[in-house]
């Protein structure tokens, strides 16, 4: 009988309780330690002798042990087992690949590879605050970083466009050529103290122009601004470009001192002196092209105050309209008018012979609510011509019917508008043998001063004023050598006393009917 304690050789013999053969090879080591466990258990109770010494088996055949027999898998378990970590794999590649900026990629001179836009975006706002310039200007050295002159970028459309055009997952994109340049924009007012501060000796402060009020001339002047001088801030702001996008930036940067202009320049004093004026020449209350309520320019010069914006380079206005309420409760006595008709001489025929005057429209305000509001409002927008809302009546046409009649047998001289008199004195007409012509004529000339006569005629009189010539050279005019008017005394004119004269030249146009009769 063969002990059981002793293995059988050669190449069937039964392997060593406890350890996997190569059919075990492939399952877990939990599982084939538990199977070869089971089967030692199990082939010991067969083997075992009895009490007695003798075999529990009837035969003679030696027991030998064989390999565990397989346990069905289920398919499931090993695909599980590998497909999670692969998913997994997959998840964070996708995620990463498409949120990271590839390898070597630059904005500026600033390394942003394997950062997310916000990562990226915080790295170029500390490159551009920390950046430092060592400064050279006319002999003195000094350092300023750009958080100093307030330096800035818009860094996030940056790194966003890097990551756009660059991500990592794009092995084709990493490591470009270059990158987007930095551009940063300097707060002028930081850099000008932080320069002012590192170079004292060099700096003349600018001044600003203005705009002030003459009274004398009741308007707004400009003052004009006046250069400084010291480290011009554009020089600084290239300097500061340089040393963040050069490959390799200078270790200083050689800065000439120059002018600095103001920041609020002459052109924009003369420009703003010039808008005010046209306000103070036009403001006022229109209707139409007619200003019907003007609004003095001292008065309303005292409305306005000028505020210099240096940031913005210019300089404001505002308009106090406190005092309008009272000018617009005011209005309706300055803007209502009734219609007024227009004038016009015209004769017997009714034809015009001159426009004395020209009509008006009548015109009544609408209302006077929110106006003072509003004009206000239009003030401080440089607009100084309200336009009123009124109701317009139109005007019509009134005729003259003008005629002179010069009666010789009473030496008087009578002046009608329509067959009413208008005027009536006494007059001198022609002598015997120089008698005025009789008849029906028109007013043909006016001169106002000229000589009459002449050597031929026997009689020469200098500058006779105010002629109207109605008939050859018959005429009224004026005489200052006689005073015997109602009594014949000319060469056939109507001599008139000056003042008279002067009304008929200016009361009657070329065309007026005039009557010679006895």
Not at 112 to 135: C, E, F, P, Q, S
Not at 453 to 465: M, W
Request: proline share 7%; aromatic share 6%.
């Amino acid at each position: 009988m063969t002990d059981l304690a002793t293995p059988a050789t050669g190449d069937d013999a039964a392997p060593t309780l406890g350890a996997p053969t190569g059919a075990e090879v492939g399952a877990s080591t939990v599982d084939a330690t538990a199977d070869a466990a089971t089967d030692a258990a199990d082939d010991t109770t067969a083997g075992s002798t009895p009490s007695d010494g003798t075999s529990a088996d009837s035969t003679d055949t030696p027991l030998a042990w064989g390999p565990a027999p397989e346990r069905a898998r289920h398919p499931w378990r090993r695909g599980l087992l590998i497909g999670v970590p692969v998913a997994a794999v997959l998840a964070a590649a996708w995620y990463f690949g498409t949120t990271l900026i590839a390898p070597g990629m630059v904005v500026g001179n600033v390394p942003v590879g394997g950062l997310t836009v916000d990562a990226a975006t915080a790295k170029i706002n500390a490159a551009v605050a920390d950046t430092a310039l060592v400064l050279r200007v006319d002999g003195a050295e000094a350092t300023v970083t750009g958080s100093d002159l307030g330096a800035h970028v818009d860094a996030r459309p940056l790194a966003a466009r890097a990551l756009a055009a660059h991500p990592l997952w794009n092995v084709t994109s990493w490591f470009p050529d270059a990158g987007p340049t930095l551009r940063p924009a300097l707060d002028a007012e930081l850099a000008g103290g932080a320069l002012r501060g590192a170079f004292p000796e060099l700096y003349v402060a600018p001044v600003d122009a203005g705009v002030e009020y003459a009274p004398e001339a009741v308007g707004f002047v400009a003052v004009d601004g006046v250069d400084g001088w010291g480290v011009p801030q554009v020089e600084v702001r290239a300097a500061l470009l340089a040393a963040l996008n050069d490959a390799e930036p200078a270790d200083h940067a050689e800065i000439a001192p120059a002018a600095i202009v103001p920041d609020i320049p002459s052109r924009a004093a003369h420009s703003r002196a010039s808008v005010l004026n046209g306000m103070l020449d036009t403001i006022g209350f229109y209707v139409g092209s007619e200003r019907v309520a003007p609004i003095d320019r001292a008065t309303a010069a005292s409305w306005i105050a000028v505020e210099p914006d240096p940031s913005a380079g210019i300089i404001r206005f505002a308009v106090d309209g406190s005092a309008l309420p009272a000018i617009v409760e005011g209005l309706p006595a300055q803007v209502n008018r009734d219609a007024v008709d227009t004038q016009q001489v015209v004769n017997s025929a009714g034809d015009v012979l001159r426009t004395i005057a020209e009509g008006t429209t009548g015109i009544a305000l609408t209302g006077t609510e929110g106006v003072a509001d509003a004009f206000a409002a239009q003030l401080n927008n440089g607009v100084a011509a309200y336009q009123l809302d009124v109701t317009e009546t139109p005007f019509g046409v009134a005729n003259l019917h003008r005629r002179i009649e010069v009666n010789v047998s009473t030496q008087r001289t009578i002046l009608y508008e329509n067959d009413q008199v208008v005027r009536s004195w006494s007059v001198s007409t022609g002598l015997p043998g120089h008698d005025t012509n009789l008849g029906n004529f028109k007013v043909y000339a006016h001169v106002r001063i000229q000589d009459m006569g002449s050597e031929a005629a026997g009689y020469l009189t200098k500058d006779v004023p105010w002629v109207s010539y109605f008939n050859g050279d018959e005429a009224f005019h004026g005489a200052y050598w006689h005073n015997n008017f109602g009594n014949r005394m000319s060469h056939g004119c109507v001599n008139m006393r000056i003042p008279e004269a002067k009304f008929v030249y200016e009361w009657a146009p070329i065309g007026t009917e005039v009557w010679v009769h006895r």
